[in-house]
């Protein structure tokens, strides 16, 4: 059973366009949420992350939103650039326990000049 | 600062063998996690290593197994290998305490059973 839902599979936005990437939760005892960006043949890497105590960061041109009544919370990319095209997967962690992650399947973005 | 690598970076193997995947934590850190990435998936986490010993499981049986050396290098092993083991090995080192789910991924070892 798949912990954490991702969609889409795929997209394909326009250079300096808004590129949003969806996920939802059901697991209430999660409460470290990250994103992880991957390029191919290399190891994910830590772009953005939040906690369920506040609804929203940004860090440049990336901002996480977080609805944590409706167990969902989302990646936007603004002004998105042909350098982010790369498969993105959002993560959830549990509050205690291991330092383990439950991956979505993650989307493929490409950003087309 | 030297970051997470792995060894080796592709490997070929049939049915039934065994195989041995190695990884040099991040300098400074002293929790070493692995994850497989099935083609076209996200990552799933095997099990977690903390001072040498195993502090968290995922759901993979327990031909699946490892190692945290006093370096905080690390090994997976996997006995009796079956095709759907195919996959992208992980490695992910942290510093327990700091920033939890931070993970520092390695490029991964490419195993592909035949």
């Known amino acids: 059973q798949q912990q954490v839902k991702q969609s889409p599979q795929s997209l394909i936005v326009q250079k300096g366009g808004i590129s949003i990437i969806n996920c939802a939760y059901e697991?209430?005892?999660?409460?470290?949420f990250p994103w992880y960006q991957q390029f191919p043949g290399k190891g994910p890497a830590l772009l953005i992350a939040i906690r369920p105590d506040v609804s929203e960061k940004k860090e440049g041109r990336f901002t996480i939103s977080f609805n944590k009544s409706a167990k969902q919370f989302s990646l936007h990319i603004m002004d998105s650039q042909p350098g982010d095209s790369a498969t993105y997967f959002c993560a959830a962690k549990p509050g205690t326990g291991a330092n383990n992650l439950f991956f979505g399947t993650g989307t493929r973005l490409t950003v087309i000049p | 600062e030297t970051g997470v690598t792995q060894s080796p970076t592709h490997l070929i193997k049939t049915r039934g063998q065994q195989v041995t995947l190695r990884c040099s934590s991040q300098?400074?850190?002293?929790?070493v996690s692995w994850y497989q990435q099935a083609l076209g998936q996200g990552p799933q986490f095997i099990f977690q290593?903390?001072?040498?010993?195993?502090?968290g499981r995922g759901n993979f049986p327990p031909r699946f197994s490892g190692l945290q050396f006093p370096n905080y290098s690390s090994e997976l092993n996997v006995n009796a290998l079956e095709l759907d083991d195919s996959a992208l090995y992980l490695c992910a080192s942290s510093l327990a305490g700091t920033r939890p789910g931070e993970l520092f991924f390695g490029e991964g070892s490419r195993l592909t059973v035949l």
């Open positions: 697991n209430t005892a999660f409460d470290y």
């Open positions: 300098s400074g850190h002293n929790t």
């Open positions: 290593y903390y001072r040498e010993e195993e502090n």
